[in-house]
């Protein structure tokens, strides 16, 4: 169960990047996002190897198509495991995206619908007229037809996405809060052991851990309650 949970290093620098690896041995895959890869480079990542962990860069790419694959050029040498695009950028971006890639291990995933996106921001902030659900399936399915790996998607839309894309389509869920830690800016959460019965490959679980009072603790606590999910 250690490489189904990928933890957030969502700190400001390097040296608070290690300090919390550090203190949490066991986790094994790790999620690098915009604040500490615009802050670090890849001095980080090459850090997350030299430990032998497995790396999530989260950079969530939305750009024309020519700049997504240039992007996806220069990350296949970081040697990642997942990396993210923006299903929004559209199906050419998303086809160019993983083309760009080539032979490369890393998995190319696409962002459906941000979990901090409710379904009323949807509409009214997005003007998007599709229900959250179905507006999230036509992501998953623009990117499997796009040649994409997977997909990110909240826990309340796994199940679905897994019906209808498949089991070799990977599924990765943010928004999962134990019932003993708080919800926080997530709009749509589910419990880790719901999350992973409904079909998720892996789940993000920041900070009931990186924020507990003693996170290694908190680690433990969710892989005991993971172990009899």
């Known amino acids: ?7 957030p290093l969502d700190v400001p620098d390097l040296p608070a990047a290690i300090a919390l690896v550090e203190n949490l041995p066991e986790v094994t895959f790790w999620k690098v996002g915009l604040e500490l890869f615009v802050a670090t480079g890849p001095d980080i990542l090459r850090y997350l190897k030299d430990q032998g962990k497995r790396i999530f860069l989260d950079l969530k ?3 024309i198509p020519n700049t997504v694959a ?9 040697g990642v495991d997942l990396l993210t695009i923006h299903g929004t950028a559209g199906a050419i971006a998303l086809t160019a995206a993983k083309e760009a890639l080539g032979d490369s291990p890393t998995k190319l995933i696409a962002i ?8 009323d921001q949807l509409r009214d902030d997005l003007q998007v007229d ?3 659900d179905a507006f999230a399936q036509h992501m998953a399915n623009l990117a499997q037809g796009a040649g994409l790996d997977g997909a990110v998607c909240s826990p309340q839309e796994v199940a679905m996405l897994r019906q209808c894309c498949g089991q070799d389509f990977t599924l990765v ?3 999962v809060r134990p019932t003993w830690a708080q919800s926080g800016d997530q709009q749509r959460v ?3 052991q719901a ?11 920041g900070r009931p851990i990186t924020q507990a009072a003693d996170p290694q603790a908190a680690w433990q606590k969710i892989q005991a309650e993971l172990a009899i999910a």
Do not use: E, K
Not at 1 to 7: E, P
Not at 112 to 119: A, G, H, K, N, Q
């Open 130 to 132: 599709l229900p959250l």
């Open 112 to 119: 459906t619908v941000l979990t901090s996106i409710s379904p």
């Open 70 to 78: 240039g992007a996806c050029r220069s990350a296949r040498a970081y």
């Open 1 to 7: 169960m250690q490489d189904t949970v990928i933890v």
């Open 61 to 63: 790419f939305h750009d």
């Open 173 to 175: 869920c943010p928004g």
């Open 190 to 192: 589910m419990t880790p």
């Open 195 to 205: 999350a992973l019965q409904q079909g998720a490959n892996h789940l993000v679980i």
